[in-house]
């Protein structure tokens, strides 16, 4: 009886060691080396980003790094150039200018083959300026339309007596046409809204001097601001937050009431809405959720499953390899709400859309990957 009981405890034991065996060989992506690679320089949204696309890879049993670019686009290309020579085996890229990015990252998958490449933020156009896309590799961005339509309809809740009057609100909107292509895909957003009369865009306004936008931003605001009577501007929507920082420091230094929005977030856009002035209300994804949407979707090229990819929420075929990372409206009274709000605790004061992770690409050895 002994030697059966013996032999059913070993039995037992055996089972267990293989199934946990066969977990591990399941996961496709255990023990490879991946990279994130931001042109720009380290800052809070870009750190939240890097933590969470950390996390996550090593949860799936991958080694990860992060590389800040410092705003170079040498310094990115050779990063990248560096990595793919390092043997990692997948690179999140950000940010990569449109008028380089989809001949320089073509050029390194054709001497890279096995390499995997999954970019955000980062649009495809040849030397004609038509876009392009590369077989394998999946673009991500910020559901740009989204958030600015969503502000304009913040700024439509603010006055509903010219809504319900069909009377169009008065907006001062800082915007550039042709600049980048996150800009151009936010102007899709706005615009239907004067098409359809609901908004009139009293003029488009945006900075001189590109290299300090926010000072450029503020002496241009506060020059066609100065131009209108009291009552004639209804508010002002902002294409960038740090072209709002410049509008917003003109508005206070012209003791002006007019509201004012933008698209994107950071610590010091909270504090100024956290006065209790003008800034209304920006637009803005959750950047830890971003860097683990990223992570999955790179781990799935890896593992060659673009059909789960595909069956994510945010997926859209027109454009190419193309998925957007929904939007989220975070209001004046929301910063408001709490103390020392920033960007790494808006999750305590946000709207729940703004923790939904519902939008995230998976199958089934990643969801046991990162539930242990």
Not at 14 to 34: D, F, H, W
Not at 194 to 208: F, H, N, S, V
Not at 271 to 298: D, H, I, P, S
Request: with cysteine; proline share 3%; charged share 25%.
């Amino acid at each position: 009886m002994r030697k059966i009981i013996t032999l059913l405890m070993m039995g037992t034991l055996i089972a267990a060691c293989l199934a946990g065996c066969s977990s591990k060989e399941n996961n496709p992506v255990e023990k490879k080396k991946v990279a994130y690679i931001m042109y720009m320089s380290s800052s809070p949204i870009f750190e939240m980003w890097s933590e969470s696309f950390t996390k996550t890879a090593e949860a799936l049993g991958m080694e990860a790094d992060t590389f800040f670019c410092k705003d170079s686009d040498e310094e990115w290309k050779n990063r990248i150039l560096q990595c793919a020579k390092d043997g990692y085996d997948g690179l999140l890229v950000s940010h990569g200018g449109e008028d380089y990015a989809w001949e320089f990252l073509t050029d390194v998958l054709e001497e890279y083959p096995n390499l995997k490449i999954a970019t955000f933020d980062t649009s495809f156009r040849n030397e004609n300026g038509e876009t392009k896309t590369i077989d394998g590799v999946v673009q991500m961005f910020q559901q740009d339309s989204g958030l600015a339509a969503a502000l304009v309809e913040k700024i439509l809740a603010m006055y509903p007596d010219k809504a319900g009057n069909n009377e169009p609100v008065n907006i001062l909107q800082v915007q550039e046409g042709n600049y980048i292509a996150a800009f151009d895909r936010r102007q899709v957003g706005y615009q239907p809204y004067e098409t359809d009369g609901r908004i009139k865009t009293l003029e488009q306004i945006a900075p001189k001097d590109h290299l300090n936008p926010v000072a450029s931003m503020q002496e241009t605001a506060k020059d066609i601001i100065g131009k209108y009577n009291a009552g004639e501007i209804d508010a002002i929507w902002c294409c960038y937050d740090a072209y709002a920082r410049g509008v917003y420091k003109a508005l206070r230094e012209l003791d002006s009431d007019i509201p004012m929005v933008s698209v994107d977030i950071c610590d010091e856009d909270i504090q100024y809405m956290a006065e209790g002035k003008n800034w209304k209300a920006c637009a803005t994804t959750n950047w830890t959720l971003n860097g683990e949407f990223a992570c999955r979707v790179l781990a799935l090229e890896m593992a060659g499953q673009y059909d789960d990819i595909k069956a994510a929420s945010c997926y859209y075929e027109s454009p190419g390899m193309w998925m957007e990372i929904p939007s989220v409206v975070v209001t004046q009274e929301q910063v408001m709400s709490g103390k020392n709000i920033t960007v790494k605790n808006l999750s305590d004061v946000a709207e729940d859309a703004y923790t939904d992770r519902s939008f995230m690409p998976s199958c089934d050895w990643m969801d046991s990957a990162l539930e242990d």
